[in-house]
């Protein structure tokens, strides 16, 4: 969430239930570094008090008795002016006839007529009413140069109905917020990105896997994603989610769960890409002779036959020659030069080795490690959360795309 640090942010809330879940996104814009004001409608007031959102923010919140004062000063041009996003979450039908129409009848609406900054707007309304004529002809009658519009989730509504019109999860739309403000270094490319584990049946229940939970290939395809890439997330098992896509073509997912599949899945994404991050921990070994059925622990053999499953990056090295190849590297012992090492003999372009164990790695929220290069020193990374290791990361990639843009793949 780079892209939000220091940036003034006005969060709009207009009158829905969904109301009550905006506290989740306040808060998580503060922690991701913004200054956030609110302004809420006489509706949305009624939901959730003002007073919750000034001790998120540490800001007054403005609200319709602002609008209509006798005091000094303009209050919603003043606002306009200092806000680099308008984030209308939850934007109901009202709010979004007022915006459509280009009304300004109170507060929140003045100031999105009298500002120019962009506008990401979160719809979240019934099913019936979503998907109306009315409000779809608002939605078409919105700027798209200006305006940004989340489509809402499909689930359970408060009414007790399922369909499309649910507020979205509070992580997606700060994730489409950085997308709204930050840099587009990546748009027009399209970077493959490998993620977690896999695993090697032994039997229909037991199998040779290893702790990875897809953490940080999920959260580089995440930022690669808000950098406007064009994402294939090869995923294998894991429960962390992964990102929600912006539209229909900013990324797709693809499950895997062994090495071979990974490995194809893998082949089949690279067509057209400029970059592949292989950020997976897949397995070395495979049992060469996995039952069909489920074994009894009396039968299990004292000893396992294994095979070696492929390796994914030699494999596809012929099918690398043009594209940036960024590695990873769990290391225990020697590191770095065990990092140089596996640089040198995959044909890498880059190569992120990280320490593994006594808490470290694995399943840890931060990460530490080494970037080496073929065209750089060393870069020693002090520990991080993986979600900033992942833009630093793209940041090393993206300085040795080609400067033309799109692939020539």
């Known amino acids: 969430m780079r892209a939000l640090k220091d940036r003034r942010i006005l969060l709009g809330i207009s009158g829905g239930i969904a109301a009550y879940k905006v506290g ?95 506008v990401l707007l979160v719809p979240s309304m019934h099913t019936a009413m979503w998907q109306s ?40 739309i700060l994730e489409q917020a950085a997308a709204t403000l930050g840099p587009r270094d990546l748009a027009g490319r399209t970077i493959v990105v490998t993620a977690g584990p896999t695993r090697e049946p032994m039997d229909p229940v037991r199998l040779i896997t290893n702790p990875s939970t897809g953490r940080m290939g999920i959260e580089i395809a995440r930022a690669a994603q808000v950098r406007g890439a064009r994402v294939r997330l090869v995923l294998g098992p894991t429960e962390v989610p992964p990102p929600r ?36 921990a897949p397995a070395d070994q495979r049992p060469a002779a996995p039952r069909p059925g489920k074994g009894r622990k009396k039968d299990l053999p004292a000893t ?68 080496v290069s073929r065209d750089r020193d060393t870069e020693t990374v002090a520990s991080r959360t993986k979600a900033d290791l992942a833009d630093f990361l793209l940041d090393r990639l993206a300085e040795r795309l080609p400067t033309s843009g799109g692939t020539t793949h």
């Open 245 to 280: 896509a912006f539209d229909d073509a900013s990324i797709s997912v693809v499950r895997v769960m062994t090495t071979q599949q990974m490995l194809e899945a893998t082949q089949a994404a690279l067509q057209g890409a400029d970059a592949l991050v292989m950020a997976a």
């Open 304 to 371: 396992l036959d294994l095979v070696t499953t492929p390796d994914i990056l030699l494999t596809l090295r012929p099918a690398l020659a043009g594209r940036i190849v960024l590695g990873f590297a769990a290391e225990t012992d020697d590191v770095e030069a065990s990092g140089r090492r596996k640089l040198d003999e995959k044909g890498l372009d880059l190569l992120f080795a990280n320490p593994v164990g006594d808490g470290v790695g694995f399943g840890a929220r931060p990460n530490e490690g080494f970037l």
């Open 133 to 172: 004529h009315a409000v779809q002809q608002n939605l078409a009658r919105l700027d798209p140069s200006r305006f940004r519009v989340m489509p809402p989730e499909a689930g359970d509504l408060a009414s007790g109905d399922v369909g499309p019109g649910r507020f979205p999860e509070p992580q997606d």
């Open 24 to 118: 989740f996104v306040a808060r998580g814009l503060r922690k991701a570094g913004a200054d956030v004001r609110v302004v809420m409608t006489q509706a949305a007031t009624k939901f959730v008090g003002p007073l919750t959102f000034e001790a998120l923010t540490e800001n007054p919140v403005g609200t319709d008795a602002d609008f209509f004062h006798t005091g000094g000063g303009v209050s919603h041009v003043e606002m306009a002016r200092a806000c680099d996003l308008i984030v209308i979450a939850p934007c109901t039908a009202t709010t979004l006839a007022r915006l459509a129409g280009g009304f300004a009848d109170n507060l929140l609406s003045a100031v999105v007529l009298a500002s120019r900054a962009p």
